[in-house]
């Protein structure tokens, strides 16, 4: 009996919306943070140091493979490193997030973005190259970038925000200054995925977590047009590498974000995944949408939230589970391990005779 699978990576059929022997799962922020074997590795410090050592970084990207049997794993890295990279001055607060402590502001401020160059970035792909050789064939490496929006809020508000009020002020009256900022943004995106890409990555997402902050009005003004150039010029230069886009909180962008482009449509938990595809279309593959926070609510309570995200992918052959934001810091390394085995044993198909 040979296989009926186009590929021998769950993720990467999901990904084209062809069936896979399970549903794939893999977990934004699975690499650390909830990990006591990663917590011990890595120390403390800001991650920005533990990610500029390839082989430390590889490591902490193969300890959740190892434990959790996640389909696919998602380097770890963060999305300040290319402005970090290109020493604009920015760095990694342990409890707070990206912090500058001189905020982006006026036009001087576009001689902090240097173009990004591989240089810049060679420790994150000597990290690729590590893992390429160490993974699975069947457990594809994702490759990630932070959005334009997003990493722009960070640059211009200096810190993480709750108004954005900075980034909203400069969209509204410096325009031109705020594309110009986007456009470079889009660059470094670009760059950053590419570079990863090149060395081996199989795929890659575009993390946009806060974008959900802006109107939909907003979005398509100010948002959308630097996210389609990433996605557009990426599947130009590394065609059928599926590409996921993923905010927080955008239900009311949803069309807007997988107009930009993306080939899989990233959920969090307030949409659910029937209504995605009503109003998308039977075909969209999507990515989610577990709760979080039920996983820290217990065993029981996190295998009936799969359960019931399962329910309402109906069985699509384009569904990759994950949460519908990262994994928190208290989780339970073992209810996630015991999610997974449960989605696998689920969706489990038989291959059928060729």
């Not at 963060?78 to 920015?90: K, L, Y």
């Not at 802006?214 to 047009?225: E, N």
């Amino acid at each position: 009996m040979a296989s009926s699978f186009m590929t021998d990576s769950p993720f990467l059929n999901a990904s084209a919306g062809r069936p896979a022997r399970h549903a794939p799962v893999w977990f934004m922020r699975q690499a650390g943070r909830s990990l006591p074997e990663y917590r011990e590795l890595r120390g403390s410090g800001s991650i920005l140091d533990a990610i500029a050592q390839p082989e430390l970084s590889a490591e902490i990207t193969l300890q959740p493979v190892r434990r959790h049997n996640v389909d696919a794993a998602v380097l770890f890295s963060d999305i300040v490193v290319p402005v970090h990279a290109t020493g604009f001055g920015i760095d990694v607060t342990p409890g707070t997030g990206p912090v500058a402590e001189q905020p982006f502001r006026t036009r001087d401020d576009l001689q902090r973005l240097p173009p990004l160059t591989p240089e810049h970035v060679q420790h994150v792909t000597e990290t690729v190259d590590i893992l390429v050789n160490e993974l699975p064939a069947s457990v594809p490496l994702l490759a990630f970038a932070g959005a334009p929006f997003t990493v722009a809020s960070y640059l211009i508000e200096g810190a993480p925000s709750r108004t954005y009020q900075h980034t909203k002020a400069m969209m509204h009256a410096e325009p031109q200054l705020w594309h110009d900022l986007m456009e470079c943004l889009s660059d470094y995106a670009i760059e950053f995925i590419s570079a990863q890409l090149t060395h081996g990555a199989r795929a890659f997402q575009l993390f946009d977590s806060w974008v959900g902050s802006l109107s939909a009005r907003d979005y398509d003004t100010f948002v959308a047009p630097h996210s389609t150039r990433v996605f557009h010029t990426l599947n130009e230069r590394h065609a059928d590498v599926p590409g996921i886009h993923f905010g927080i909180g955008c239900d009311h962008l949803l069309e807007s974000m997988y107009a930009a482009g993306p080939q899989i449509l990233g959920l969090d938990w307030r949409t659910r995944i029937s209504s995605a595809r009503e109003r998308m279309g039977s075909d969209l593959v999507v990515q989610g949408n577990l709760d979080p926070a039920l996983v820290l609510a217990g065993m029981n309570v996190a295998l009936d939230g799969a359960m019931e995200v399962l329910r309402d992918n109906g069985g699509h052959p384009g569904h990759i589970f994950n949460l519908g934001h990262g994994v928190q810091p208290d989780t339970d390394p073992g209810v996630l391990t015991e999610v997974v085995a449960l989605v696998h044993e689920q969706t489990a198909m038989e291959p059928s005779p060729s």
